[in-house]
């Protein structure tokens, strides 16, 4: 695909995804172009969780094509994925809780060799996140569950990613928190980040994104702009639960 943002970041072809024998992913396409937010939405078991795994090299493809920046992903493994610059945030957040967070931030940029870089990546995530640079020592499973979610996303960001994923931001968050979070989102947005995006809240996917694509068990039903699809009664009362 190829639009006013170029040709695609992440191209995705006729993807097959299998979970013991059941079919959880069954000739899906997609593309992100670069700069682009893009949410994926659809009923829990519909494949989304999925689509994010196996673009981030968690689960392999029983066939198809996960193309990012050029480059075939589909058979590599996560941690050759990651310096290409995928970072994935994923659901449940998965931090160290016994690490400090200063530990469980500097797992985010491991494959950045130099410290003067991670420092100054530190610096970016200190200015989204305020709050981390006082709890830096503080050991990550004492921080109440939106501030473990920071933690996550901060992590991810210190990778310097080209395409963050996120899957279920604001899952056992406060609404509050959420607000906040998505406050921070729209400014890594803005300044043109790729973002790819599974929530829960689907109001506030469809207006976070530009695009999105509805899956079905573990199919693509529909896409198009997030205005198209929310101002279509149809698609609100059948996909969308409104």
Not at 46 to 54: F, R, V
Not at 200 to 227: D, P
Request: charged letters at 20%; hydrophobic letters at 50%.
């Amino acid at each position: 695909m190829t639009g006013v943002g170029g040709p695609s970041l992440l191209a995705v072809r006729d993807l097959y995804l299998d979970y013991a024998g059941a079919v959880a992913l069954g000739g899906v396409d997609l593309d992100v172009l670069p700069g682009e937010a893009v949410a994926l939405v659809g009923a829990n078991g519909a494949g989304k969780s999925s689509l994010l795994a196996a673009v981030a090299g968690l689960h392999r493809p029983v066939r198809g094509s996960i193309v990012f920046d050029g480059h075939e992903v589909g058979r590599l493994a996560p941690h050759r994925i990651i310096p290409l610059g995928i970072a994935l945030v994923p659901e449940g957040r998965r931090l160290f809780p016994h690490l400090s967070v200063r530990r469980n931030l500097l797992l985010g940029a491991y494959h950045r060799r130099s410290r003067a870089e991670q420092e100054e990546q530190l610096d970016v995530v200190f200015d989204l996140f305020p709050f981390l640079k006082e709890r830096l020592r503080q050991r990550a499973g004492t921080l109440s569950g939106g501030e473990q979610q920071m933690v996550a996303l901060a992590r991810a960001l210190l990778g310097r990613p080209r395409l963050l994923m996120l899957d279920e931001l604001s899952l056992g968050v406060a609404p509050m928190v959420v607000s906040r979070m998505f406050e921070v989102l729209a400014r890594i947005r803005d300044s043109g980040m790729t973002i790819l995006l599974v929530e829960q809240k689907l109001q506030l996917a469809m207006e976070f994104a530009s695009r999105a694509y509805i899956l079905q068990t573990g199919r693509v039903v529909l896409s198009g702009s997030t205005a198209e699809l929310l101002a279509s009664e149809d698609v609100r009362r059948a996909y969308l639960g409104v």
